[in-house]
Nanobody, 123 residues
């Protein structure tokens, strides 16, 4: 399995970005997908997750009301729409895939990871 994250960049505070994660392989609908982020000197932090078939979503409190996670099982992709961005959202964003099809916040339950895409929010 390979995950390719894209869509990061530099944006001013209050702006928006849409991250995408494309997954290789088949049976994408069986897998739970998540977005995490990591800033220098900090641990990887949960952002959002979505389950495989029923599309149940789970968001970190810090991004509720601003970020939305979605997926397109026909295209093997998952998206993270980020609105009202803040400087504290600056991080490398990683997508992860978990084999049990669930949505959750523990990075230990994700078996595959993409390479990350950098999001920088200027004040």
């Amino acid at each position: 399995v390979q995950l390719q994250a894209s869509g990061g960049g530099l944006v001013q505070a209050g702006g928006s970005l849409r991250l995408s994660c494309a997954a290789s392989g088949s049976r994408f609908s069986r897998y739970g997908m998540g977005w995490f982020r990591q800033s220098p000197g900090k641990e990887r932090e949960f952002v959002a997750a979505i389950s495989g078939r029923v599309f149940a979503t789970y968001l970190a409190d810090s991004v509720k009301g601003r970020f939305t996670i979605s997926r397109d099982n026909a295209k093997n992709t998952v998206h993270l729409q980020m609105n009202s961005l803040k400087p504290e959202d600056t991080a490398v964003y990683y997508c992860g895939q978990r084999n049990d099809g669930l949505a959750g916040e523990s990075p230990d339950l994700y078996q595959y990871w993409g390479q990350g895409t950098l999001v920088t929010v200027s004040s």
